[in-house]
């Protein structure tokens, strides 16, 4: 009998893979071409070593100088040696770049379209080869825009791993990209193209109550884990408060309803920040915190929204002494972009004060509402937000070596490109991403350095650039530019070449993410 094993990498990727009656995980990734760490294959050196997130198996022979007693039991095994006894969950500790593998591509047709509410679409699509596409529920997915000319966005399953059509939810907002794709000219029958799946923020498996606490369209990931609860033997209480900034906002409530029946043990409450709602529960979703939700602390917490809420939320556990087992959660982005640009920009402050329900979701036009690794645009924007902070506090203050090193690094990353080639592409995203974080180490600002670290850009790049692939010329040069403006303290003239290499890292991901598409 054989069992799905979940590889999931440092860079968000994750690949499964089939592993056989008596196989090692090893023995099936090679099989697979997937090449996570690996030197011995004897349980003696523990260069494979992983931690499984959920699931069972033979953790096989070896020493303890390869894994000891105290990290088999805290649930570390080694590949090279464990035979799964059921589907699996592995953090592997490198990027899919260097396992020489990356995420899936898959077609699709649209199958269906939904205004549910005035401010929500559900769409679903109709994946070719459905039986290629396996994820774990609360995963997502980098969505084509068609006719954007490459763009995408992601998007959470709303819908469980195991169901034939995939579902969606999109927040509906004045000149956001999707949004007006689905409103001015998608139609049932288009082809529809994405990659993945992707994220850390997924069900594990359950050994204790759950708080599941939604934002909005956070609904989205948190339906697709209700709906895999639905098909378990879970016997542990699981609470769902659904947080929303008006009453127009509350989508899927039968759905909801038909998992209490589902779903034993399931139950749901509804929050509305406006304070003129109909709703008995009104304001802040941890205004309605019980003490059996969170069990003095022995609960799982799944949270799916904007940074003010997962970080409201998390001010008011450390308010209340409440240290949860765990906490996951996966954090949605602002944008704010003039109408007719509508693309993503930087993800909102971490430190944003707690808002209202869902809150942080704009009633305004002119916005769009992603996730924080939304799109590359949303996270070189981002990027470029944090570098032009950064420069403000390390201008003129950078000592005489330290400018030898951050030039140092700007001729690595450049001896990786020739012109618009690559020399070698991935020795590029591990060289630009260093250029990239010196100034984050040099202003000595942990908040700062951990803000830079947080961003999906390196993930990105190594997700789609190829050796073949075209680079934008200047981008080189870019890099040569912000060292000369700090050597000559120009903060203008840094700030000015930031800016410009934003637009032509953007260009270069843009030319690889369609040539990745066709």
């Not at 039991?73 to 490198?94: F, K, N, R």
């Not at 594990?204 to 709906?227: D, F, N, V, W």
Request: charged letters at 25%.
């Amino acid at each position: 009998m054989s069992h799905q094993v979940a590889l999931a990498f440092e860079d968000g990727i994750t690949r499964f893979i089939k592993v056989g009656s008596n196989e090692t995980v090893a023995d099936a990734s090679y099989k697979a071409r997937i090449n996570i760490p690996l030197d011995c294959r004897d349980g003696a050196c523990g260069t494979c070593k992983a931690f499984c997130e959920s699931g069972t198996y033979d953790g096989g022979d070896y020493i303890e100088e390869a894994l000891t007693d105290d990290e088999a039991d805290a649930g570390y095994c080694l590949p090279c040696q464990m035979v799964p006894e059921s589907d699996l969950v592995l953090q592997i500790p490198t990027t899919s770049d260097v396992a020489k593998t990356s995420a899936s591509f898959f077609e699709s047709t649209l199958t269906e379209i939904r205004r549910i509410s005035e401010t929500t679409y559900a769409f679903s699509l109709k994946v070719d080869n459905r039986e290629e596409l396996s994820f774990l529920p609360g995963q997502y997915v980098n969505i084509e825009v068609p006719g954007s000319g490459g763009q995408t966005r992601s998007y959470s399953f709303s819908s469980g791993p195991d169901v034939e059509i995939v579902s969606f939810l999109i927040r509906i907002t004045d000149g956001g990209l999707m949004s007006t794709y689905m409103r001015d000219t998608a139609k049932v029958g288009d082809r529809i193209t994405f990659t993945g799946p992707m994220g850390s923020f997924f069900l594990r498996e359950p050994k204790r109550q759950s708080l599941l606490l939604a934002g909005g369209t956070g609904l989205a990931p948190l339906l697709a884990i209700l709906e895999k609860l639905a098909g378990m033997d879970n016997p542990h209480p699981v609470h769902l408060i659904y947080g929303v900034n008006t009453d127009i906002d509350l989508v899927e409530l039968d759905v909801l309803q038909d998992y209490t029946q589902r779903i034993e043990g399931f139950s749901f409450d509804t929050v509305v920040g406006d304070p003129d709602s109909a709703s008995e529960k009104k304001g802040y979703v941890t205004n309605h915190f019980e003490p059996h939700h969170l069990a003095e602390g022995d609960v799982d917490i799944y949270l799916c929204g904007p940074p003010p809420m997962v970080e409201g939320v998390r001010r008011h556990l450390e308010a209340e002494g409440i240290k949860p087992q765990n906490f996951y959660y996966e954090k949605f982005a602002l944008a704010v972009v003039p109408e007719a640009e509508a693309e993503p920009a930087a993800p909102a402050a971490a430190e944003a004060p707690a808002t209202p329900a869902a809150a942080a979701e704009p009633a305004a036009q002119g916005y769009e509402i992603g996730e924080e690794h939304a799109s590359f645009e949303a996270q070189f924007d981002a990027r470029m937000a944090l570098e032009l902070a950064v420069v403000e506090l390390t201008m003129g203050k950078l000592a005489e070596g330290q400018l030898g090193e951050f030039k140092v690094l700007a001729e690595l990353a450049g001896k990786t490109l020739d012109g618009e080639k690559f020399v070698n592409a991935e020795e590029f995203t591990v060289t630009n991403d260093a250029f990239h974080e010196f100034l984050f180490k040099a202003v000595g600002n942990e908040h700062l350095l951990q803000a830079y670290r947080r961003l999906d850009v390196p993930a990105l790049m190594a997700a789609v650039l190829r050796q073949e692939h075209w680079i934008d010329g200047a981008v080189d040069a870019d890099h040569l530019e912000i060292v000369a403006a700090f050597e000559k303290q120009d903060i203008a003239a840094a700030r000015a070449a930031i800016t410009a290499h934003n637009q032509h890292a953007k260009a270069t991901m843009a030319a690889a993410s369609k040539a990745a598409a066709q």
